[in-house]
């Protein structure tokens, strides 16, 4: 091999370190997805190709920028306000200071009404039971729950209002 000349040895040495960085960046999603296959798969596509940019492939959000999706839409989840609120932030987005376990976040989160009902239910889904690990006798948000909420005089704003009706610390 080492006799070959600098052109083979450079070869080799790329053969082997490309699959490495490769397999490097890969890795943490690799090994997640293997251990745990989503229960929503086709919210999870949504969710990585839609909201992760911002939140976090994981959900964990991007301190002082993008809240944690973790826990607070589980527990809106089991409510009617809740589940509304889920929808609304998804159909409207939201402006304005929030907080999410006693850290602010004050940035905008553009809406989603383009997506369709079901594929709107679905990332919801992901963030709820797959991220936040909701009960599983949680029920799941429908179609129906997305569509009955289209078509509102709502902005982003309105939407953070809105949000102090269900979170639990009232902001
Ligand atoms: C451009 C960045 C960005 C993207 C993309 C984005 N979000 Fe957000 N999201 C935010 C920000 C910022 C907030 C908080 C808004 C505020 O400060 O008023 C937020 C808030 C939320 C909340 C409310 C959390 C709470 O505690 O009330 C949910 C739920 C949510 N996002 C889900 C999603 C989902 C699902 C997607 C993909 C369809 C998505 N987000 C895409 C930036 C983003």
New binding site residues.
Partial sequence: MRTRGPGAGTRGALAWAVPAVVSLATAPGARAADAVPPAYPAGFS??QA??????GPAGAGLPA???P?LS??AR?AASVEGRR??AL??LY??????S?DDKH??????D?AR?EDAT?AA??N??VFDLGHAPADLKPLTTGEIAGERGLALD?AA??EH?KS??PNGS
Avoid: W
């Avoid at 839609?50 to 939140?55: D, R």
């Avoid at 976040?105 to 553009?110: A, H």
């Fill in positions: 949504s969710f839609n909201c992760a940019v911002c939140h920028l993008a809240p999706l607070y839409p809106y609120q889920l932030t998804v987005g939201m402006i304005g200071d929030i999410v976040y004050n940035f905008q989160m553009p989603f997506l709107l990332t919801l992901f963030v982003g939407v953070r949000r269900v979170a």
